[in-house]
């Protein structure tokens, strides 16, 4: 996959993520062509770029598989939506259409758990809450499918994901779309929507304290760094760290008015070891087993060179297969070679390469790492064919 400025896309391109405007429906859903048409529409919506699964238009490839449907996330979205304006407006809403969201969320996890997680896709600043509610509850669900947990808990944790920000309809839409610091007075404002959102689902839901305790305490960090209790540890209930998890994870990987999307290896260095305070160890080592830290098609750094992401295998997640194809150099090598970098000596893999290297493979030496691992496949099976 490949990210490209609204001014180079090209007819015929295939989309590799979904594109939603205000309302949670979508511009384009993945896996679409791109049109003339299609494009403008993008460029007037302000839209900066989208992925594709190749820079060539001819070679249509599909994008990866995700672990919930096209079709389960945009109604999500579109019921959060509504959700949210009904509490804005009538301080209640009706939870039926999220509860059959949470069942449908939870089926599609079931039957796709084999896909690593790849959440791909883009918002506008309006629809960040709603999109990154339907994130963090299919994140969220995940963990607790993962963790065997009855089925009956599993859908109240991922209707608390859906619901753990329902009391930002109390932050001004101001500070929450500012795109620099925010003032004292306004992080105190937007420190207080764990507590709204506790009210309010703890009166709508006044026999379940689930959904009330996971949207309280999802900001809450192990060490007691968080807010708006700095409670420790065993004090956060198991569900409030792992909706913790899941709400920095997708915060961190999404645009923002203040910072720009941060990459599954960023995001996970940054959990991992710049707060390791802040979160459950445990929990967090079984998420990123189960998240594409590296996406097949990554193009990463390693001591041998230039390597191309092939395969990524889950427990593995930090460690795929890749292909040498160039020397540090960046000289593109006559005979690309594999590495499996879970066999290789500590310190192989560098990282993924910087913008500025990565323009360089694609536009000056014309590096499309879709069409290089279909040659190399190709180049794969034609020596196993000789062989035999």
């Given at each position: 996959?490949?990210?490209?400025p609204?001014?180079?896309l090209?007819?015929?391109?295939?989309?590799?993520?979904?594109?939603?405007n205000?309302l949670?429906?979508?511009?384009?859903t993945?896996?679409?062509e791109?049109?003339?048409?299609?494009?403008e529409?993008?460029?007037?919506?302000?839209?900066?770029g989208?992925?594709v699964t190749?820079m060539?238009?001819k070679?249509?490839l599909?994008?990866?598989?995700?672990?919930?449907?096209?079709?389960?996330?945009?109604?999500?979205?579109?019921?959060?939506a509504?959700?949210?304006h009904?509490?804005?407006?009538?301080g209640?809403?009706?939870?039926?259409?999220?509860?059959?969201?949470?069942?449908?969320i939870?089926?599609?996890?079931?039957?796709?758990?084999q896909?690593?997680?790849?959440l791909t896709?883009?918002?506008?600043?309006?629809?960040?809450?709603f999109?990154?509610?339907?994130?963090?509850?299919?994140?969220?669900?995940?963990?607790?499918?993962l963790?065997?947990?009855?089925?009956?808990e599993q859908?109240k944790?991922?209707?608390g994901g859906?619901?753990h920000?329902?009391?930002?309809?109390?932050v001004?839409?101001?500070i929450l779309?500012?795109?620099?610091h925010?003032?004292?007075?306004?992080?105190?404002?937007?420190?207080?929507?764990?507590?709204?959102?506790?009210?309010?689902?703890?009166?709508?839901?006044?026999?379940?304290t689930l959904?009330s305790?996971?949207?309280l305490?999802?900001?809450?960090?192990?060490?007691?760094s968080?807010?708006?209790?700095?409670?420790?540890g065993?004090q956060?209930?198991?569900?409030?760290r792992i909706?913790?998890?899941?709400?920095?994870?997708?915060?961190?990987?999404?645009?923002?008015?203040?910072?720009?999307?941060?990459?599954?290896s960023?995001?996970?260095?940054l959990?991992?070891?710049?707060?390791?305070?802040?979160?459950d160890?445990?929990l967090?080592?079984?998420?990123?087993?189960?998240?594409?830290?590296?996406?097949?098609?990554?193009?990463?750094?390693?001591?041998?060179?230039?390597?191309?992401?092939?395969?990524?295998?889950?427990?593995h997640?930090?460690?795929?297969?890749?292909?040498?194809?160039?020397?540090r150099?960046?000289?593109?090598?006559?005979?690309p070679?594999?590495?499996?970098?879970?066999?290789?000596?500590?310190?192989m893999?560098?990282?993924?390469?910087?913008d500025?290297?990565?323009?360089?493979?694609?536009?000056?030496?014309?590096?499309?790492?879709?069409?290089?691992?279909?040659?190399?496949?190709?180049k794969e099976?034609?020596?196993?064919?000789?062989?035999?």
């Open positions: 996959m490949i990210h490209i609204i001014k180079k090209k007819n015929g391109m295939i989309t590799a993520q979904s594109i939603y205000p949670g429906a979508s511009y384009l993945k896996g679409m791109l049109s003339p048409t299609y494009i529409r993008l460029e007037k919506a302000g839209f900066d989208v992925t190749s060539d238009p070679l249509k599909a994008p990866p598989d995700d672990i919930v449907q096209e079709k389960t996330r945009i109604s999500a979205i579109q019921n959060v509504t959700a949210f009904s509490v804005e407006e009538n209640t809403f009706d939870p039926a259409p999220l509860q059959g969201i949470s069942e449908n939870l089926q599609d996890i079931i039957a796709q758990q896909n690593l997680v790849q896709d883009i918002r506008l600043h309006d629809t960040y809450t999109a990154h509610s339907v994130n963090v509850a299919i994140l969220s669900s995940l963990l607790g499918v963790l065997k947990i009855s089925r009956e859908l944790l991922t209707l859906l619901l920000d329902i009391g930002k309809v109390t001004p839409y101001e779309t500012k795109a620099g925010l003032s004292d007075d306004e992080w105190s404002v937007m420190q207080g929507h764990p507590e709204a959102g506790r009210q309010r689902l703890k009166k709508m839901f006044p026999n379940d959904l305790t996971i949207a305490q999802h900001h809450e960090h192990i060490d007691g968080g807010y708006p209790n700095h409670l420790k065993e956060i209930h198991r569900y409030g909706v913790a998890i899941a709400d920095v994870y997708d915060a961190l990987t999404s645009v923002r008015p203040y910072k720009r999307a941060y990459t599954p960023v995001a996970h260095r959990m991992a070891t710049c707060s390791p305070g802040h979160f160890l445990d967090l080592k079984l998420f990123f087993d189960n998240v594409a830290i590296y996406p097949v098609g990554t193009i990463l750094k390693t001591q041998e060179g230039y390597a191309i992401v092939k395969k990524v295998e889950f427990g997640t930090l460690t795929p297969v890749v292909c040498i194809f160039a020397n150099e960046g000289k593109l090598l006559d005979a070679h594999d590495l499996d970098l879970k066999e290789a000596p500590k310190g893999l560098e990282g993924v390469i910087s500025s290297e990565l323009y360089h493979f694609i536009h000056n030496i014309n590096v499309d790492p879709a069409i290089f691992l279909q040659e190399n496949a190709e099976d034609a020596s196993q064919e000789n062989a035999e």
